[in-house]
């Protein structure tokens, strides 16, 4: 079987050495960085051959990439690299790296065009002032050959190693059965579509019932897929770790310990999470971990594809063992991993690691995105952003002297923005042009700064250059799918104000994303109505949409619909001493372990307080602000088999979902909300430019979100088909026709 590898894949692989170092270079975008290929490409001859295909064999190698270019008049193949400030300050491995592409791209010219040599050129070109420095050689095609050769013998034998994998992998995944003696009902249903839409290459929404086992039920399929489809990767992408741990499991279900070599799972974590010493900087003269990193790196990335199973734990161990920073020998991994489980942003986000590199090696991927409904919430917050003027003078007031005329350009034209306001929030249609203007400018002085000044890139200074290049990405990306608005606030006798960009369909995103998989899975307990998810998330239109059949019963979960209630912002206080005496009533009619959901903290905090001064004799525990995993893990403690009692959590926060209490330590729910956004001038921007793209503006803004969120902490009752419990809907609204449409469908509502 032939291995087919990049040439810059190769060369990572093969060539690079000495320390990880991420001091801060200011390196161009990918859009700088393609244009500035194009200004080098144009100011050659006209027979100058820019992105060259070429691919070369050594042994059951097969060896392919891009040239940037080659000129035949002087014979002369260019390898253009793109940087921005001071070219000395470019690391040596990095120059090592880029001859080792040049002189592998140098063979396969020679190859193909028959050359007894060739000159090489290193063309370094600086963005900002469009200079070229150029680093030429000559090698005959004896010698490139060699260097070629000995290249591909450094990657050969792990080439052949991960041939005899994909192999085993693959045998296995066909003889792969279902670990359990039977489905559950529905999760058959689920698997058989999932399957299918691995085998037609196209999208699924799947609206399943929590607790079905979505997560076996998806992975499963897909896993048999792989061989038939030929499948490289399959990328399980979650919005919260509890969901991460879950396909853990049901990967360790699947390929037990014995059989785990068979398929490599890696788990995908965030940088603060992975980092051993957050208080150094990632470079070898501050971090042991970085010093030498690649040349540890083989041993590393060995002993790392013989576990099996990467989660957190076992890969940190692997690191350490040789040295090694955990975080970045995760990226590693996920190049030979088979099942890489991580969150959204590393498949969608603007710099998201796994679709760079999908794209990069043409993987043949397949997506299973787990807990979709929380996907428009998150795509919406990777494509939005801000920038806080308070910030701004925080920033000017300790920045260095370099920096200020910069600093005072850009405060000046904010401060202009203020003339144009009427009101405390305005949204504008149109951006506003020497406020950005005075923005570019300012963010190409802070990257020349912290270009010749590495030690500056810490603290407020850096967290603004960011903010403001995500600001400056997302402004040329403006159109009708996004919102520009002003906040104005008086800070004493100042006046400062909140740009923001807010990105309300991530459609033009999520769905070319979800387009350069082969296939794609959308899973939830609430899907519902398709056309909402299918239109802001950009989904294909052949896109399958089906709703699984429960494996609940009606009489399991008893619905009552409260509607001599109204929970509304203005009947919020009326609403308390009834809403606390149907908690004791209920309590004293089945003494159990409920949840307790509120639209906001004030209000939960004003009901718990009622309830414990009525009735001190009835247990209770509240969720709070800010609460870390420990604290979040305490409230979850509470509930156990023998407890009684209420725990009070907000809706939407981290109790409303993603959390399992079978059987007797959870009983019962009370939603005192229907989960609809706050009424404020943002959400009523954002309800009017639903009702123009969608035409509905109410339901896409708020009713639609709200019940999603209902209908997910209702699903915290019945986690299994032996559970019995209560669900208490306290509104009047959820007595409307429309509302009760949006419910499950097994629920019987009284």
Not at 180 to 194: D, I, Y
Not at 419 to 431: R, T
Not at 702 to 715: H, N, R, S, T
């Amino acid at each position: 079987m032939t291995y087919r590898i990049a040439v810059r894949a190769l060369c990572e692989f093969t060539a690079k050495c000495g320390d990880l170092d991420l001091r801060f270079t200011p390196s161009p975008s990918a859009q700088q960085g393609i244009a500035g290929h194009r200004t080098v490409a144009a100011r050659r001859s006209a027979d100058y051959q820019a992105e060259l295909s070429l691919e070369g064999q050594y042994d059951n190698l097969n060896v392919r990439g891009r040239a940037d270019g080659y000129d035949p008049a002087g014979n002369v193949l260019e390898e253009v690299k793109t940087y921005r400030g001071d070219f000395n300050a470019i690391p040596a491995n990095h120059r090592h790296l880029h001859w080792a592409q040049a002189r592998v791209y140098g063979w396969l010219v020679c190859q193909h065009l028959k050359l007894p040599e060739v000159n090489l050129a290193l063309v370094y070109f600086d963005i900002v002032s469009e200079q070229e420095t150029r680093l030429q050689e000559t090698w005959s095609a004896a010698r490139l050959q060699q260097f070629f050769n000995q290249q591909c013998q450094l990657f050969l034998a792990w080439a052949e190693q991960e041939v005899a994998h994909r192999a085993a992998r693959d045998d296995a995944a066909r003889a792969l059965k279902f670990p359990h003696a039977q489905f559950r009902t529905g999760q058959r249903a689920l698997a058989e579509a999932v399957y299918k839409s691995a085998s037609t290459g196209r999208c699924l929404m799947a609206q399943a019932p929590t607790g079905i086992g979505k997560t076996l039920g998806t992975l499963f399929p897909l896993l048999k897929a792989m061989p038939a489809q030929a499948l490289d990767k399959l990328l399980f992408l979650t919005a919260k770790t509890p969901g991460r741990q879950l396909a853990l499991d049901a990967a360790r279900v699947l390929y037990p310990t014995g059989s785990a070599q068979t398929l490599r799972v890696l788990e995908l974590v965030a940088r603060d999470k992975a980092c051993e010493y957050p208080q150094n900087a990632c470079n070898g003269d501050a971090c042991p971990l970085a010093k030498g990193f690649y040349d540890r790196l083989p041993a590393a990335r060995q002993a790392a594809v013989q576990q099996g199973c990467l989660d957190q734990a076992t890969l940190r161990d692997v690191a350490l063992a040789h040295q090694v920073c955990p975080y970045y020998l995760s990226q590693e991994m996920a190049r030979w991993a088979d099942v890489v489980i991580a969150d959204y942003n590393y498949y969608f986000d603007f710099s998201a690691l796994l679709y760079g590199l999908a794209q990069a090696n043409q993987w043949r991927v397949a997506t299973l995105i787990d807990e979709a409904h929380n996907l428009v919430d998150r795509a919406r917050q990777m494509y939005s952003a801000h920038l806080d003027q308070q910030r701004l003078n925080a920033v000017r007031h300790n920045a260095p002297a370099a920096l200020d005329k910069s600093f005072k350009r850009l405060n000046r034209e904010w401060n202009a923005l203020h003339k144009e306001q009427v009101a405390p929030y305005q949204a504008h249609s149109q951006l506003p042009a020497k406020w950005l203007n005075a923005l570019s400018a300012c963010i190409s002085a802070i990257g020349d700064y912290l270009n010749d000044h590495p030690q500056g890139m810490t603290g407020e200074l850096q967290a603004f250059y960011f903010e403001a290049l995500q600001f400056n990405r997302v402004a040329e990306l403006f159109d009708p799918h996004f919102i520009y608005d002003l906040s104005l606030r008086e800070v004493g006798k100042r006046r400062t104000s909140q740009l923001n960009l807010r990105n309300v369909v991530p459609a033009a995103f999520i769905g070319p994303r979800l387009a350069s998989a082969h296939s794609n899975v959308l899973f939830s307990a609430t899907l519902s109505p398709r056309q909402y998810y299918a239109q802001l998330l950009g989904l294909a239109g052949d896109t399958v949409w089906i709703d699984v059949e429960s494996p609940f019963a009606a009489r399991q979960l008893s619905v009552k619909v409260i509607s001599q209630i109204s929970t509304r912002f203005a009947h919020r206080q009326a609403s308390v001493a009834p809403i606390v005496e149907l908690f004791a009533t209920q309590f004293q009619q089945q003494h159990g372990n409920y949840l307790a959901f509120f639209s906001s903290f004030d209000y939960l905090q004003r009901v718990a307080g009622q309830l414990a001064a009525s009735h001190p004799q009835i247990p209770q525990w509240q969720q709070s602000r800010r609460m870390d995993e420990a604290a979040r893990q305490g409230f979850l403690d509470q509930f156990t088999d023998t407890s009684r009692g209420i725990g009070f959590a907000v809706l939407g926060g981290a109790f409303g979902e993603g959390i399992d209490l079978p059987g007797a330590r959870l009983i019962g729910a009370f939603v005192a909300t229907l989960g609809l956004a706050q009424f404020n001038p943002v959400n009523e921007q954002i309800k009017q430019r639903m009702a123009g793209l969608f035409g509905a503006g109410y339901d896409y803004t708020y009713l639609y979100p709200g019940l999603q969120k209902v209908v997910q902490a209702a699903g915290r009752v019945i986690r299994t088909q032996s559970d019995q419990g209560s669900l208490f809907l306290i509104d009047d609204r959820f007595a409307e026709p429309k509302v009760q449409q949006l419910l499950p469908k097994w629920w019987h509502v009284q």
